[in-house]
């Protein structure tokens, strides 16, 4: 159905988790949702591009749920719905949920299909995540509730901060966005680590320069300024190969252009890389791996 309602110069991929949760929504809201996703996607790409669809597990905790209002502590299935396309501005995603609003044409659209994604996922119990960087790109995570009849959670989502692995390392945030910045220094402070931070690729090699005990770089991928994650990665590693480096991104696992993963050392990074939403278990895994990785 998806694939018949876009153009032939849309590839559609799917990647699906193999031990899904089940999830007690309605089927026909649900294929309402990933058409009207996948429609909005189309017209993002003008001139052709990539729709992925991916699933998988995700348990969220009292700290995500801090910084995310919407949400509720629980099991999740997440569904995200990612192009290539031409992204939307700070300003756009901020509205893009609200009812009648539209970049469209007039007569093009009514403004009436996020909105109605956005009224499934509220009925369902869940929330919706929209990860976008303008010329580059959307994805919608949406989150639906376990369904109460399955297994209890497979850990504890309050667990303190004592028994997620911790460390004593500085650690070097870098993202555009503030409030990422202040939910990792957050995260990584409590789990006892130095934190220093910097909003894109230049302020954080004038950091690396001046501060030699930084262990590891923690960036996101997408950032403005000339330099992307993968260009930062590529040149500290050239210069201090023994420093580490964790990448993020809010895109879909699959989303990242293959030009971006050139050579072994990056393609290792964008496999490892984590994914935006993430939680703070997540985060201090990541980071722990990444510092203790040979």
Not at 84 to 96: F, I, L, P, R
Not at 134 to 139: K, M, R, V
């Amino acid at each position: 159905l998806v694939t018949k309602s876009l153009t032939v110069s849309i590839e559609v991929q799917t990647h699906f988790s193999a031990k899904l949760w089940p999830v007690n929504i309605d089927p026909g809201d649900l294929e309402d949702t990933i058409l009207n996703l996948s429609l909005n996607a189309k017209d993002a790409m003008k001139k052709g591009g990539l729709l992925i669809i991916e699933t998988s597990n995700k348990v969220l905790d009292s700290n995500y749920v801090r910084y995310n209002p919407e949400s509720k502590v629980g099991d999740f299935v997440m569904i995200s719905v990612g192009d290539n396309g031409s992204g939307m501005t700070e300003e756009t995603k901020s509205k893009a949920l609200e009812p009648f609003f539209t970049t469209k044409e007039q007569g093009k659209g009514t403004g009436l299909g996020l909105s109605m994604v956005y009224a499934f996922v509220k009925r369902s119990g869940g929330h919706i995540k929209i990860h976008s960087e303008f010329g580059e790109g959307t994805t919608f995570h949406l989150f639906l509730p376990r369904a109460e009849e399955a297994t209890e959670t497979t850990v504890n989502k309050l667990r303190p901060y004592t028994e997620l692995p911790r460390g004593t390392e500085t650690i070097l945030i870098v993202d555009d966005e503030d409030s990422l910045i202040d939910i990792a220094t957050e995260f990584l402070t409590h789990l006892g680590y130095s934190v220093l931070t910097a909003i894109d690729a230049k302020q954080a090699l004038k950091l690396v320069n001046v501060n030699k005990h930084i262990d590891l770089i923690f960036s996101d991928i997408i950032m403005p300024g000339g330099l992307d994650g993968y260009q930062l990665a590529d040149i500290i590693h050239k210069e201090l190969p023994a420093l580490k480096i964790l990448l993020a991104s809010g895109f879909t696992k699959k989303q990242q252009k293959s030009k971006d993963v050139a050579n072994k050392y990056l393609h290792g990074l964008a496999k490892n890389r984590l994914h935006k939403p993430y939680t703070q278990s997540e985060l201090a895994i990541a980071i722990r791996s990444t510092l203790d990785e040979n």
